[in-house]
């Protein structure tokens, strides 16, 4: 029985994700092995292979998996699925985009957004934006898992010594291609990888109010900014801030909330933090019921004096 990573990358090093997946799939029992797929990824693969408790990389090389698409990633995939028991993406955004795609290729029902293993086809994994946990079996031969990142802890990036092995590049389909990339930069901690996070809510009432009043007490923190969906909507902060179900999962060791009601899709991105801090006038306000420490006041007045007196 063995599992296979596939590996998030940026050609030159592994991304952290990656290492919460080899700890899940490690949890499945048997050998780990990451796939490393992309174009000259020569680094990536080195580093994979350096990981704790890996003990092969394989890794393809071609033009057409530079950008990590859903079609060739796929194909890729597949070409040495046979060998697998176990098929493991973390649940980011190219997880979610290329495990549907392999699970429905091999016929097998995915398994999504894992949150812990029991043995190597049962596992947990949270229902009705996470007010339930499900405890499921699989009978596939072949297990397409994503694994919510937050829920298992990131294997050592240092202490292994695999061996890479180059593999053949499969018949790679052409049906997409990539036409350009828009990231956005920025000297914050990554949003899903950050230790402290403050999140704004609509509370905040505009864009100026939001980065007059959070962005100045993250700052303090060193804390990456997220924001609730309804704060997103309104304008006041970018996509990739928004924390939730349909946004990011975030579990960092503090999370600020600021304004935010805790509408049920909210909470389910971020309840599972070390410690909750939540900024609320409102004492009926559902965030209080699964913060640790409250504070019913007027954000206005309690964020800038709690950064002032940081």
Known sequence: MTALVVAEHDQQTIKPATLNAVSAAAACGGEVHV??????????????????GVSKVLH??????????????????LAVASAYSHLVWPATANGK????????KLDVAQLSDITAVHSADTYERPIYAGNAMATVQSSDAVQVITVRTTAFDAAAAEGGSAAVESVA?????????????????SDR??????????????????????????IPL????????????????????????????TGKIVAPQLYVACGISGAIQHLAGMKDSKVIVAINKDPEAPIFGVADYGLE????????ELTNRL
């Open 35 to 52: 796939l490393v797929a992309g174009h000259h990824a020569q680094g990536a693969a080195e580093q994979a292979a350096r990981i704790a």
């Open 60 to 77: 393809a090389d071609d033009e057409a998996l530079a950008h990590a698409l859903a079609e060739p990633m796929a194909a890729q995939v």
């Open 97 to 104: 985009n290329v495990a549907p795609r392999v699970a429905a």
């Open 169 to 185: 590049v499969a018949q790679l389909p052409q049906s997409s291609r990539f036409v350009r990339s828009e990231a956005v930069q």
């Open 189 to 214: 901690p990554d949003l899903t990888a950050a230790k402290v996070v403050v999140s704004g809510g609509r509370a905040l009432g505009s864009q100026e109010k939001f980065e007059e009043v959070v």
């Open 218 to 245: 993250a700052d303090k923190l060193g804390a990456a900014v997220g924001a609730s969906r309804a704060a997103v909507d309104a304008g006041y902060a970018p996509n990739d801030w928004q924390v939730g179900q």
């Open 297 to 304: 006041a007027d954000l206005f007045e309690a964020v800038p």
